[in-house]
């Protein structure tokens, strides 16, 4: 019998040696990508310093239109804060309002309302679950806010229980979508077979605020003038909800709610978008995550639809979380993304005429250079400096997540830390580093209400 041994360690060592090779070859594109460098040995080598920033990135002052900043106040950024720039114009669209709401917290007959519009970054309540916990144990509130119809990550949050049943849904992103439908968060539901159902549950299993509520309220809206839902609190007996009317409808349910089931009981041309467990006063804060988003699908709502919205469900704030979905490696110039936000951001202040606005920038993201160590992918740098940009240019507050994560280690950290705070991808955080970041906002926002009131007379919270 022939010895085959020789032979195949011969071309093993003959593969690694190409291989190794390889890592000599200098830069090349195949079809118009650039292809890495292949490097056997990079999980041996140490990393390398990296720069802050690279040749072509792009600074602030050369892309944001020289303008004065007129605030109500001065602020004073405490150190170990990554602050608010408070960019308002003669608008004040800034961050006054939200500030003055929240003095006003004890005495409005109302909630306080935050939402919080953002991509992958956000999906499942991250973030905005622990966000939401930290302002509702200060200033007082319950419950997980505004739920869409259905969900494709209702198994993985953990704030609420999530259920639903007969239902189509549709979304800005999906291929077929009539976007004269579109409700708040660019999505919307039809009835698909009799009885429809959607219910939430509280929860205390990832944050205590959120496990009853005194409020449910279901949005929808119907060609028939007349038609009826039923709805069981409790576990109870599903009593029925008689509505009528035309254009965006609640039905609305109070009391002590640990859980609620919203049924469509007539087949009747509806639509529906979204269901609610919330408080009467205190803080409210909505989670509107849409995967793959970029922050562009606020130009298919009908801008009466989120007229419609903004009466039936006025916010005080409005936080924009966009980004991940934007970002490229190498990338340079963001002044297209940068237009069509500009344009997003005049829809949304027109519509919403009362609301604060604050854009978030972009978080971490790293990926591995030729060498094969771990960078932050220079396109994310770029595109911070475009979002406060976008903020400058638009009149309204930005913070710099970008800044308060690389504070805290940045994402390299977070996803090697034990337990772990962020994913592998060196991308998306969990809800440990979510609970983290959040931190640092609620730092932020305490850090600019303190100077809105020191400069109003007001007294500190």
């Excluded at 930290?134 to 997980?144: D, E, I, P, T």
């Excluded at 993304?337 to 949304?348: D, G, T």
Aim: aromatic share 10%; hydrophobic share 40%; charged share 20%.
């Amino acid at each position: 019998m022939k010895n085959y041994y020789w032979g195949a360690f011969l071309v093993t060592a003959l593969v690694l040696i190409i291989l190794l090779a390889l890592n000599l070859l200098p830069d090349y594109q195949l079809f118009g990508h650039k292809m890495r460098r292949v490097d056997m040995l990079s999980e041996l080598r140490y990393d390398k310093p990296v720069a802050a920033l690279s040749e072509d990135t792009v600074k602030l002052e050369e892309i944001v239109e020289k303008k004065e900043i007129i605030t109500d106040y001065v602020d004073t950024c405490e150190a170990g804060v990554t602050c608010i720039v408070d960019y308002s114009d003669s608008t004040h669209r800034g961050m006054s309002h939200f500030y003055a709401v929240l003095d006003s917290v004890a005495d409005l007959d109302r909630p306080v309302r935050i939402a919080v519009f953002g991509d992958s970054f956000i999906e499942g309540d991250i973030f905005t679950a622990d966000l939401r916990e930290m302002l509702q144990q200060h200033y007082g509130g319950k419950g997980v806010g505004y739920v869409n119809i259905t969900s494709n990550v209702a198994n993985f949050r953990p704030t609420v229980i999530h259920k639903f049943e007969g239902w189509q849904s549709h979304s800005v992103i999906d291929s077929i979508c009539d976007r004269a439908m579109l409700g708040l968060n660019s999505t919307y539901y039809k009835p698909r077979t009799p009885q429809a159902f959607v219910s939430l549950e509280g929860t205390s299993r990832y944050a205590t605020g959120v496990a009853e509520a005194e409020v449910s309220q279901l949005y929808f809206m119907s060609d028939s003038s007349r038609f009826t839902l039923s709805c069981s609190v409790n576990g109870a007996e599903a009593e029925p909800v008689t509505v009528s009317g035309s254009g965006l409808r609640t039905a609305r349910v109070s009391g002590g709610i640990k859980s609620v089931k919203w049924i469509v009981n007539d087949s009747v041309p509806a639509v529906f978008w979204g269901v609610t467990m919330e408080s009467r006063h205190g803080v409210v804060v909505d989670n509107m995550s849409l995967r793959g988003s970029a922050g562009f699908n606020f130009l298919s709502i009908p801008e009466a639809r989120l007229r419609q919205f903004a009466a039936a469900r006025a916010y005080d704030l409005i936080i924009l979380q966009y980004g991940l979905n934007v970002a490229s490696e190498n990338r340079t110039s963001y002044s297209g993304y940068k237009k069509s936000m500009e344009q997003v951001i005049a829809k949304l202040k027109s519509c919403f005429p009362t609301a604060s606005f604050l854009l978030m920038s972009v978080g971490d993201r790293m990926m591995k250079d030729d060498d094969g160590n771990l960078v932050t992918m220079p396109g994310i740098i770029n595109l911070v400096n475009y979002q406060e940009a976008i903020a400058a240019d638009s009149g309204i507050a930005f913070w710099n997540l970008f800044s308060a994560f690389k504070s805290l280690g940045g994402i390299k950290a977070f996803a090697e830390a034990q337990p772990p705070m962020a994913n592998l991808d060196y991308t998306h955080i969990n809800f440990r580093g979510g609970k983290k970041l959040a931190a640092e906002l609620v730092k932020a926002l305490m850090n600019g209400k303190e100077n809105f009131d020191k400069a109003n007379g007001r007294a500190a919270d």
